[in-house]
Each structure stands twice: as structure tokens, then as C-alpha cells.
């Protein structure tokens, strides 16, 4: 029988946030845990300048003038402790001297506990280190880099950075391991005018983007190509001195995630094509012949909703495809009726899931799934998630370390794991500028049911080989090598 634990959530009733009551209510919901809200005073305020840039932000964002982040101590009502109890840890998140005698953690952003800490880095136009540490100590219990989807609005990149935080914190519960930042982060201070500087940038910015939209498709990615007689981009870590060659598209859609596939002796390359009209993308596929593409891809997969990574793959003489299905919170696993364009959903793998770029690899007698999760809001991009299981159709366990990583660097899959001189090999995004800007390569040192471990081996960015601003996927079979990246489409 599992032993209970009381954790008691410290918070200080002058600065609640929606993200303090969906973290209580998260803890409350694990089995054999009760949790109660005491009330503190955080040591350091927010400054009024962020006040100010949230309602500032609001306005020219046309989000609610009221803050949706906000909460009030009566929300916590069902979780307030008595005066006398004690719990068996405490969770601070007002930054102040553990008490003696007190198991006690603390968060801290880039090394400083407070909110008035996130803020500061955020303001600077980064995402800081996250860390669960030991009040008394100073060890960090489990960390990571989590990302952001909106960097020039404050006030959602805060809302990211804390979703990302309770990730953190619920992962340090279930013994998460830590991953250090490349660089020990240096801990901003926040000022009036660091947040003027952060609203005159974020509002020219926008104002570029806006332009920008008004002429160009954005984003418009593109699929570069080559046949491979020699070494590939894994063995190379580097871009082909011949360069790539271009897919064309009509400049209407795009063309990403590139999946080449061979079947009895024929390259078919299966991608996201996404429609600008639209707004939403499906999975088409292409046949190669000997001097490149053969017509134009042509859709193969549709469901209604957005499409996109159709991780293609053979398994006891048959063809099957998990494509990425956000909008259904969903993984699922479709066959091949009719090969290229027949398929059939045959399972759901994983349900309840916001899961990104699923990649799945067969290795030493079972089924490992990776997949970056959006977990409670924050990055799409930031968070890997594993699963396992015996057999293909399941049933597919999560790993008890989930996430086993969190870092804008390096968690989201960028293409099929591929065995290379006796070593796994597994293609990711690295985020850290914006989504998709470069791709990296790193060996799987660890995978089993306790731990994953990764080495980055390379990082691969565009440049004169492959003009653009974005890097985002590899994945070969047979001749045919593929990656793709951003491009300019015109409107007009």
C-alpha cells in the first residue's frame, strides 16, 4: 500500500495566478497526496512597470482588459491549511528563508527565486533556466530550458514559462533527472526602464510582423532534396558540398516534414502540404524516379483537421504512418489499405495528449515512442515525453520519468532515429531562437524504463548550402535524402 504524502503549497495571496490553482489542483489529483495552501509574503513585489506593459500589452494585442491569469484566495478554499499542520514537504513560491526543521523547495529562474526573477530574464528577450531546488541546500532536484511561443509578448510568455514551471515541479515529484544549462545563466534585475526597452522592441516588432503578413505567406516552408551515393548528412554533420535541390510548389502551399519511403523498389516522399487559403495541412505523397520528383505531391491523408510529420514506417510486411494530429489530442496509428494513398486508422496509441512529431523506433525487442508534449500550456516544442510498449498496437506506457526532458534545445524529434556504427542517432529541433531554426543530431546513450540520456553531437543551421532562416527535419531511405526549411512567398 502506497504511503500518503502532505504537501503543503506556499503562496502569497497578494500575487495568485491561474497557474498556482491549476498546480494545486494537479498535485492534488497524484494518488496518495494531500495538499494544503498556506499563505506567505513573497519577498520581492512585482515591479508597477510590468503592471503597466501587461495592460499596455492587452490593448494593442486585443486580448482582455481583464487579466484570464489572475486569481483570488478564495479560489483556493478547498486547500487551505490549518495554522497547525505540517506537511511532509513544502513547495515555496514566494522566494523566502526556509523555516528550520521544514522540508522545503524553492523555483528559481536562472538561478534567483521570485517571479520578479522570470521577469527580468523574459524582459531581456530570453527564456531562463528553470530549477526545483533544495531550500537548505541548494540542490537542484530537477530542471530544464522550457521555451515560449509568444517571445515579444510579455505577458504570454510569462503564462508559457509558468505552465512550463508546474511541468517542472510535478517532474521533480516523480524523481525527473536534471539537465544543466550549457552556460550557467546569470540571473537578470528587473527595472522600469528594462521594461520600457522590452515594450518599445516587442511593439516594433509587431509592427514589422504585421508588414511582413501583408506581404508574404508566412510561415512558407520549402523541402530540399538530393540522392545520396556517398556519405549522408548524419555522416557528414554537415550540409553536402552539391547543396540541396528545391521541391516546387505553387506558392499557394507549402511542402514540410519530408518522409521518404521506398516500397518494392520505388521512392515515394510523403509530406505536410499545407494550403495558405486553408489554413490547414494535409499528408501528400510524390513518387521519385531516377531524375527527381514525378509530378507533384498529391494528397493522400485527410481528416478535417491539421496534419502534418507523417512518420512513415514497415512492420511484418505492412505500411503505416503516425501522423501528427494536435487538434485531437491524440497519437494515433493508420495502415496502408491501398499503397500510397489508401489509409485506414487502425489504433489510437495515446489519447488525453497534445503530442508533437511522434517518432517511433523498434529497438532491442520493444516499441519506444518519442514525442514533444505541450503539457498544461507553454512551448509545443520544449517538453519530450516517451512511451513504450511490446507490441505496436500497445498497450503504450508512458515513462515514469515523463518528461524525461525539458529544453527549447533539444527535446522536440526533427526525423527518424537512425542506427549508425553501433549507436543510435536521433535527429531534434533546436528551438532556442524560434521554432524550427536549426536541427541537431544527438546520440541516445540511455533508453530504458529508469532513464533517458542524450549527447548532442552537432547542431546544423542554414546557410549558403541551404539559404534560408530555418532548419527543421532529416530523414532518408534508400538514395533519397530530404530536410526542409523556411522560404519568402509572396502574396502577390
Not at 497557474?19 to 513585489?45: N, Y
Not at 517532474?171 to 518599445?200: H, K, M, N, Q
Not at 524529434?413 to 541537431?440: S, W
Request: glycine share 8%; proline share 7%; hydrophobic share 45%.
Amino acid at each position: 500500500m502506497m504511503a500518503s504524502r502532505r504537501l503543503i503549497i506556499r503562496l502569497d495571496p497578494r500575487q495568485l495566478r491561474r497557474w498556482h490553482l491549476d498546480l494545486v489542483a494537479r498535485l492534488a489529483r497524484r494518488p496518495a497526496t494531500q495538499v494544503g495552501v498556506e499563505w506567505a509574503v513573497a519577498t520581492e513585489p512585482l515591479p508597477p512597470a510590468i503592471a503597466l506593459l501587461f495592460a499596455f500589452e492587452r490593448l494593442i494585442h486585443r486580448m482582455p482588459a481583464v487579466d484570464a491569469a489572475a486569481a483570488d484566495p478564495t479560489d483556493f478554499a478547498p486547500w487551505i491549511a490549518a495554522e497547525t499542520e505540517c506537511g511532509d514537504l513544502v513547495i515555496d513560491l514566494c522566494g523566502g528563508r526556509p523555516h528550520a526543521g521544514e522540508r522545503t523547495w524553492q523555483v528559481t529562474f536562472d538561478g534567483a527565486p521570485g517571479e520578479t526573477a522570470a521577469l527580468a530574464t523574459l524582459a531581456q528577450s530570453r527564456v531562463p533556466a528553470v530549477a526545483v531546488i533544495d531550500a537548505h541546500t541548494g540542490d537542484e532536484i530537477a530542471g530544464g530550458c522550457p521555451g515560449t511561443e509568444s517571445s515579444g509578448i510579455l505577458v504570454l510568455a510569462f503564462e508559457d514559462l509558468l505552465a512550463r514551471t508546474a511541468t517542472l515541479i510535478a517532474a521533480a515529484l516523480d524523481g525527473a533527472a536534471t539537465r544543466a544549462p550549457e552556460v550557467a545563466p546569470r540571473s537578470a534585475r528587473s527595472s522600469a526602464s528594462a521594461v520600457a526597452r522590452f515594450a518599445v522592441r516587442s511593439l516594433a516588432s509587431q509592427i514589422t510582423l504585421r508588414l511582413y503578413r501583408l506581404c508574404y505567406d508566412a510561415p512558407h516552408w520549402r523541402v530540399g532534396w538530393r540522392f545520396v551515393d556517398g556519405p549522408d548528412m548524419i555522416d557528414l554533420r554537415a550540409h553536402p558540398p552539391g547543396g540541396w535541390r528545391v521541391l516546387p510548389d505553387d506558392r499557394m502551399r507549402f511542402y514540410a516534414d519530408p518522409f521518404p519511403f521506398v516500397k518494392e523498389g520505388r521512392t515515394y516522399l510523403f509530406v505536410e502540404e499545407f494550403d495558405h487559403r486553408l489554413g490547414r495541412g494535409v499528408i501528400s505523397a510524390v513518387e521519385f524516379g531516377d531524375a527527381g520528383p514525378i509530378g507533384t505531391p498529391r494528397p493522400v491523408l485527410q481528416t478535417g483537421w491539421h496534419l502534418s510529420y507523417p512518420f512513415v514506417f514497415e512492420h511484418r510486411g505492412e505500411t503505416w504512418m503516425v501522423p501528427e494530429s494536435c487538434a485531437t489530442a491524440t497519437i494515433d496509428l493508420y495502415r496502408a489499405a491501398s499503397f500510397p494513398d489508401g489509409w485506414v486508422k487502425a489504433a489510437t496509441l495515446v489519447s488525453g495528449t497534445v503530442a508533437s512529431d511522434a517518432t517511433l523506433i523498434e529497438h532491442a525487442g520493444r516499441w519506444w515512442m518519442f514525442a514533444a508534449v505541450r503539457d498544461g500550456g507553454g512551448s509545443y516544442s520544449d517538453t519530450l515525453h516517451l512511451w513504450s510498449a511490446r507490441d505496436l498496437f500497445g498497450p503504450w506506457e508512458p515513462h515514469r520519468r515523463n518528461p524525461v526532458l525539458v529544453d527549447i534545445a533539444t527535446a522536440r524529434p526533427g526525423g527518424r532515429i537512425v542506427e549508425r556504427g553501433g549507436k543510435l542517432v536521433r535527429p531534434f529541433q533546436d528551438c532556442r531562437d524560434r521554432y524550427g531554426r536549426a536541427l541537431g543530431l544527438a546520440e541516445i546513450v540511455r533508453l530504458d524504463d529508469e532513464r533517458f540520456e542524450q549527447r548532442v553531437e552537432t547542431v546544423l543551421r542554414p546557410g549558403p548550402l541551404w539559404p534560408g532562416r530555418r532548419l527543421h527535419t532529416l530523414n532518408r531511405a534508400g538514395r533519397l535524402e530530404c530536410i526542409d526549411g523556411s522560404a519568402r512567398s509572396r502574396r502577390f
